[in-house]
């Protein structure tokens, strides 16, 4: 059974910048053509797509975050990570990390971390 | 990038049939599959429909989901209560920059 763990800081100051890890248990990050992705949902709103980080090392962002936005995966700690730059109170949200598939969507998600930014 | 639209809200009482619409913004909607994720209070989305109609293990046959021209939908049959929740679709849409997704605003469902 694949599990997805987010971390990082629950708390950010405004403009700073914002990082968190998921770690992937029960498969290997890297076998397998899977898009490892980060999708937040602002309080009491939809879900939003940030962006994903195919097993390749390809990464593919929404538009509006894209210049904003690093991915990075890393094979040996089983994991993948974001970061966020200059943010600011607009990224409060509870950031997920879900893994995706074209064909099968996103089938397994992280139980989410709150992201306040707040100075 | 695809502009994805579902309605705010629906409703039924127990037993009964719904249907949630999503209406994908495309001129070529055979390019794309759209996938349905169920939102209990408090949790993480679970993947309720996948490539349009596709249930995957563990998901009751009473949810079914169709394409119907630039659209696709969720029924919802033998309505329960706790299958109260948010639906959201999502679209995957290929396009210049890549293969993106694009959420549609979520559909509050409240059985009466």
């Known amino acids: 059974q694949v599990q997805l763990q987010e971390s990082g800081p629950g708390l950010v100051k405004p403009s700073q910048t914002l990082s968190l890890n998921c770690t992937v248990s029960?498969?290997?990050?890297?076998?397998?053509?899977?898009?490892w992705t980060w999708i937040r949902q602002h309080p009491g709103k939809g879900l939003e797509w940030i962006g994903y980080?195919?097993?390749?090392?390809?990464?593919y962002s929404n538009p509006s975050l894209k210049s904003r936005l690093t991915m990075s995966l890393d094979t040996s700690g089983n994991d993948f990570s974001l970061r966020l730059t200059s943010v600011s109170v607009a990224d409060t949200a509870v950031y997920y990390c879900?893994?995706?598939?074209?064909?099968?969507?996103?089938?397994?998600w992280g139980q989410g971390i709150l992201v306040t930014v707040s100075s | 990038q695809s502009v994805v639209t579902q309605p705010p809200s629906v409703s039924g009482t127990p037993g009964q049939r719904v249907t949630i619409s999503c209406s994908v913004s495309?001129?070529?909607?055979?390019?794309?599959?759209v996938n349905w994720y169920q939102q209990l209070p408090g949790t993480a989305p679970k993947l309720l429909m996948y490539?349009?109609?596709q249930r995957p293990s563990g998901v009751p046959d009473r949810f079914s989901g169709s394409k119907s021209g630039s659209s696709a939908s969720l029924a919802i049959s033998g309505l329960q209560s706790e299958d109260e929740a948010d639906y959201f679709c999502?679209?995957?849409?290929?396009?210049?920059?890549?293969?993106?997704?694009?959420f549609g605003g979520g559909t509050k469902l409240t059985v009466l």
């Open positions: 879900a893994r995706g598939s074209y064909h099968k969507g996103f089938d397994y």
């Open positions: 029960g498969g290997s990050i890297s076998s397998g053509a899977y898009y």
């Open positions: 980080i195919y097993y390749s090392g390809n990464t």
């Open positions: 495309a001129s070529n909607i055979g390019s794309k599959t």
């Open positions: 490539n349009y109609s």
């Open positions: 999502a679209a995957w849409d290929d396009s210049l920059n890549g293969r993106l997704v694009v």
